[in-house]
């Protein structure tokens, strides 16, 4: 028997010391082959990108996984005895392993396996980071070993608090939040220190399964284990016991946060940002690098700058109207599933789809789109609506995409049972559901943009009607023709060749022999009557085409395409006549900018969307504004009034603001800007921008319009803001009929102006030195000596104001000229043979080399604008009058030396 014990124990102790060598050789190599923790000391995790406006509103968010990264002593005490009693309450005190946790877990997993359940682990902590950050989530035996092997290490490492820091800052909690900051926001829309003990611990039970424990899907489950984190809490003396009552019987009231752009008129701005930040810091540093965005927008100006779009783009559907139901569905098909299938954008809310159920003689019966619930899934009460026929009398049909048809008389005539439409919610005073109206998403689309024009910071921007339904952004990335909107650079180049406002040009039919199989070019004034002789106001006032052209003529399609290129137009525009019609391509952003040149005196400035850039460190990595500015860094209380400055000294204001260099670059003389700026001011107080005038204040604009009516435009401008409408097919199509910048673009313009500075006093528009304003008579353009109708304040360039001697302008070519007595006779122009490529008919060649006012001598039989009559129409001359008028005889045409085109001859 002893020998029996003595053979078992020997055998025992061999197996023993079998395993305690086995152990040490498997420890040995895990510990050899464990992943270098020492890399944890400079951990960096992905932190996401937030973007801010100007006023510090959070407006987007980019990242992979959405993290805040908040060191340990920003943590509030809460958040944190929350975590420590539902994971580890022992943390603070064991060496990394804990004994206790190990011995509980392996009696509750011999249970479990007993039972078929999924076994569980006694991991502290410590453990769950190293697992985290080091190892996989495999559950085997090895990845344990090294998991607490791991945990010892760190334990000597790192502080306890350091190692905390680094879980509550990586461990996932669900619905895309990484650490415990990030989750707060997106579960309850708060910062850690406003979170209460119940949400707190609701934090807490996230760890073991953040989808085992949804706010919606399993609610029941979610309250039960927050509840028992708030008594584990309890028992561990966190809280007391009235605030753990407290809290277990509050409502688990979660508003799960939407990902990415955090304003809904935001998205085509927070895109653009996007596409900014990924060229200049690279996809990772984007969505990893927990950067800090503050940029230009405005988020009062861009909700009424996205408003006034959205309605102006709506007004214009509606009046060519109805083009019926969005779908059909099939009889017998279940509405709610089918409405459920198709997409609204989000930024269309409060629009949603709906089914016509009934029709009645005065109202349709809607079912409406059942409301998506914050688990995703869609609720299954029926809700339903009224559309009266009031609400439905524009949604006349359309007749060939011209004309409207007949009044709508009955639902019927719109609407049939099965059709999906969208349709919008009215309310009454105490904001109740009365009733819905039909609605239909343009087909049209275009855009909107706002800038400072003193800086170029772009303070609103809306690159279409919705973005759910389309994210190309119209205001930076389609190129379109500017039409008219481009005229205020010809005569800006005109005015520097030595052009006033008050200076004439003719407006008459103008030809062109463009060679070859080209054909004549024969441009029209939109209203195809002509004016003759008018002034340069006059013509850009009511964007009189035939003027333009013979003001490009005469400073030359190469300055023409060299002042596109200096305002930052377009960087190679042909430099060919059609062009000063606005036949080039540009984009919304960059026409303006270009009126901002013209508003701040002729200074150019960049569009930019971004003010400034942080990393997660706080650290300025990038500044728009890189002027140096030695005094913005001292304290007000050092700062001394500037010396000499007795205003400030005597009234005791105290220093000035610090003094920044103005290093814009001018690429305009301010006397030409602000003559141009005084021409569209007219052009919105009697010329084809009149639709603006009821903002009453200051402004200046030019509406344009292109070939055929395919693009509408309004680019204007008040003292400090400059705002630019677009509105066009995304495949350029005819608008209609009378569909010009005037009545499709100018409303949008005015409506945003109206809420943005109707409501401000009225500043006047900045005169720079070097300006003279006189009265004149505004048709004429000739010097006036009193008051009355039609008399203005023109801006002059000192020195060429005109006199009385000789302030009536004579008809010649251009301008402010003295009466052909005055002066010696001057050299006729000489012509060009008919047909010759690039030949000028019923017009004159170019004539660069005579100076603005240089009347041509003109060949025997012929008379400036003979058959005119001496005061022209308000309305024009029709163009039959005007070539019957003014055509030449056949003898006139060839008589002299010099030939002519046939049509007006001279200089005009």
Same mark, same amino acid.
């Given at each position: 028997?002893?020998?029996? $014990?003595s053979i078992?124990a020997?055998v025992f102790l061999v197996?023993v010391f079998?395993?305690v ?6 420890i040995w ?6 992943p270098d923790y ?5 951990y960096e ?9 100007g006023d510090?509103?959070?407006i987007?968010e ?7 990264y908040v060191?340990i002593?920003a ?11 539902a994971?580890?309450?022992n ?7 804990? +004994?206790?946790g190990i011995l509980?877990a392996t009696?509750?997993?011999v ?7 999924r076994l569980?682990?006694a991991s502290?902590?410590?453990?769950q980071?190293?697992k985290?950050?080091?190892?996989s989530s495999d559950?085997?035996?090895d ?5 607490a092997?791991?945990?010892l290490r760190?334990?000597?490492? %790192?502080?306890?608090?350091q190692i ?8 996932y909690?669900?619905i895309?939040?990484?650490g ?12 850690l220190d406003e979170l209460t003990?119940?949400?707190a611990?609701?934090?807490?039970t996230l760890p073991?399964g953040?989808? /085992?424990?949804h706010?919606?899907r ?6 039960a284990r927050? /509840?028992?984190?708030i008594s584990?809490m309890?028992?561990?003396r966190?809280?007391t016991?009235?605030?753990?009552a407290e ?9 799960l946060? @939407?990902?990415?752009?955090q304003?809904?008129?935001a ?12 060229a200049?810091?690279g996809e990772q540093?984007?969505y990893?690098?927990?950067? @800090?965005?503050r ?23 509606r009046?060519h109207?109805?083009r019926?139901p969005?779908?059909?569905l099939?009889?017998?098909?279940n ?5 459920? +299938?198709m997409?609204v ?11 016509v159920l009934?029709v009645a003689v005065?109202k349709i019966?809607?079912g ?15 809700v339903?609506?009224t559309v009266p026929l009031s ?14 048809g007949p009044e709508?008389?009955s639902p019927?005539?719109?609407v049939?049972?099965?059709d999906?439409i ?9 904001k109740?559901i ?5 609605e ?6 275009g855009?909107a943009?706002a800038?400072d024009p003193h800086t ?5 921007m809306q690159g279409?009607?919705? $973005?759910?339904?389309s ?5 930076v990335?389609?190129?379109r023709?500017p039409g008219?909107?481009?005229?205020p ?14 200076s004439?040009?003719?407006d008459?039919p $103008?030809v062109l022999?463009?060679g070859g199989d080209?054909?004549l070019?024969?441009p029209?004034?939109y209203?195809r009557?002509?004016?003759?002789p008018s002034?340069l106001? %006059?013509?850009l006032?009511?964007?009189r085409n035939?003027?333009?052209v013979?003001?490009a003529q ?7 395409s060299?002042?596109?290129?200096r ?5 190679n ?9 606005g036949a080039?391509?540009t984009?919304?952003?960059r ?7 013209l508003?701040?005196?002729g200074?150019?400035v960049?569009?930019?969307l971004i003010?400034?850039?942080q990393?997660? %460190?706080g650290?300025?990595?990038?500044r728009?504004?890189?002027?140096p ?6 304290k007000?209380?050092?700062?001394a ?5 007795a205003l400030?000294?005597n009234a005791g204001l105290?220093?000035q ?8 670059e001018?690429v305009?003389?301010p006397?030409?800007a ?5 021409m ?6 009697r010329?084809t921008g009149s639709?603006v ?7 200046a604009?030019?509406t344009?319009t292109?070939?055929?009516?395919k693009?509408a435009? %309004?680019?204007g ?5 400059v705002v630019?409408?677009f509105?066009g097919f995304?495949e350029?199509t005819?608008l209609g ?5 005037g009545?499709a673009?100018?409303?949008i313009?005015?409506?945003i102006?109206?809420k943005?500075?109707?409501n401000k006093p009225?500043?006047?528009f900045r005169?720079?030195p070097?300006?003279s304003?006189?009265?004149v008579n505004?048709?004429?353009g000739?010097l ?18 005109p006199?009385?001697e000789s ?5 010649g070519l251009?301008g ?9 006779p001057?050299?006729?122009i ?6 010759t490529?690039g ?8 004539a660069a ?14 008379q400036?604008?003979s058959?005119?009559?001496a005061?022209i129409p ?9 070539e ?5 005889s056949?003898e006139a045409?060839?008589?002299?030396n010099n ?5 007006t001859g001279g200089?005009y």
């Open positions: 028997m002893l020998r029996v $014990f078992v020997a197996l079998g395993g060598m086995a152990g040490t050789y498997m190599r895990l510990n050899d082959d464990l020492s890399r944890l000391a400079n995790p992905p932190v996401m990108t937030r973007v801010h406006a510090g509103q959070l987007g980019f990242a992979r996984e959405r993290r805040l060191p002593s943590i509030p005490a809460r958040v944190i005895n929350a975590f420590l009693a994971e580890d309450k943390f603070y005190s064991h060496g990394g392993v804990d +004994a206790t509980r009696i509750d997993n249970f479990n396996v007993m039972q078929d359940r569980v682990g502290t902590i410590t453990q980071v190293a985290n950050f080091l190892l559950v085997t035996l990845r344990k070993l090294r998991e092997l791991l945990a760190l334990e000597h490492a %790192f502080t306890k608090d905390l820091e680094l879980y509550l800052n990586e461990i909690l669900g895309g939040a990484y415990v900051a990030a989750a707060a926001l997106n579960y309850f829309d708060k910062s003990v119940a949400e611990a609701y934090l807490a073991k953040p989808n /085992n424990y706010p919606y399993h609610r029941e489950r979610a309250v927050r /509840n028992w984190v584990r309890e028992e561990e966190f809280v016991g009235m605030e753990a809290a277990r019987a509050a409502e688990l009231d979660v508003s946060r @939407s990902r990415g752009v304003m809904r008129d998205n085509y701005f927070v895109e653009q940002v996007r596409r900014e930040l990924l200049l810091y540093k984007l990893e690098g927990g950067l @800090s965005v940029t230009t927008i405005d988020t009062s100006l861009q909700e009424v700058v996205a408003d006034a779009l959205r309605d102006g783009l709506i007004a214009y559907d009046r109207g109805w019926g969005v779908k059909k099939e009889p017998g098909e509405w709610q599933e089918a409405l459920a +299938a997409d954008g989000s930024d269309l809310a409060p629009w949603t789809l709906a089914t009934d005065d019966t809607i409406l789109r059942p409301r998506r619930l914050p688990d995703g899934k869609f609720e299954t009460e029926i339903k609506g609400a439905m009398t524009w949604a006349r049909p359309t007749v060939n995409k011209i004309y409207l709508v008389k019927s005539d719109v049939a049972v099965g999906v969208y349709v919008s919610p009215k309310r009454d005073e105490e109740k009365t009733h819905y109206a039909l239909q998403v343009p087909a049209v689309n855009a943009l800038m170029g910071r772009i303070l609103a279409g009607f919705s $973005f759910g339904l994210e190309f952004n119209r205001a990335q389609a190129l023709q008219s909107s481009f005229k650079f010809v005569y800006a180049a005109a005015l520097d060749k030595g052009f006033t406002p008050s004439l040009v003719l008459a $103008f022999d463009q080209l054909g070019w024969k029209e004034n209203e009557t002509f004016h003759g002034t106001r %006059f013509g006032e009511h964007s035939v003027m333009t013979r003001l005469y400073v030359g399609p190469e300055t023409v060299a002042y596109a290129r305002f930052g137009i377009m960087d525009m042909a430099p060919v006549l059609s062009m000063s019609l080039g391509e984009t919304l952003a026409l303006v900018s270009a009126y901002a040149i508003d701040n005196g200074k150019r960049t569009p930019t003010d400034r850039v990393d997660r %460190f650290r300025t990595i990038y728009k504004d890189d002027r500015c030695a005094d913005c860094s001292v007000w209380q050092d700062a009034a500037p010396a000499g400055d400030f000294e105290g220093p603001p610090p003094r920044l260099p103005d290093n814009r001018q305009e003389n006397q030409t602000y003559q141009v700026t005084s569209l001011e007219g052009v919105v107080q010329g639709a005038k009821a903002v009453g204040v200051p402004l604009g030019k344009g292109t070939n055929d009516g693009d435009w %309004f680019i401008y008040s003292p400090n803001l630019g409408v509105v995304d350029p005819p009929r009378a569909e010009t910048g009545r673009a100018a409303p313009f005015r409506d102006m109206m943005a500075v109707g009225a500043i006047p005169v720079p070097g300006i304003l006189v009265k505004a048709k004429t000739k006036a000596d009193g008051e009355g109708a039609g008399i203005i304040l023109e801006a002059f360039k000192q020195g060429s104001e006199h009385f302030a009536a302008p004579t008809v251009f402010n000229v003295p009466a052909e007595d005055e002066i010696a001057a050299p006729f000489g012509g060009v043979e008919p047909g490529p030949a000028v008919l019923d017009g004159a060649p170019p080399d005579l100076p603005p006012g240089t009347l041509g001598q003109l060949p025997p039989g012929m400036p604008a058959g005119l009559p005061e308000e309305g024009g001359i029709p163009t039959d009058r005007i019957e008028a003014t055509r030449p056949n045409r060839t008589s002299g030939t002519i085109g046939s049509g200089l």
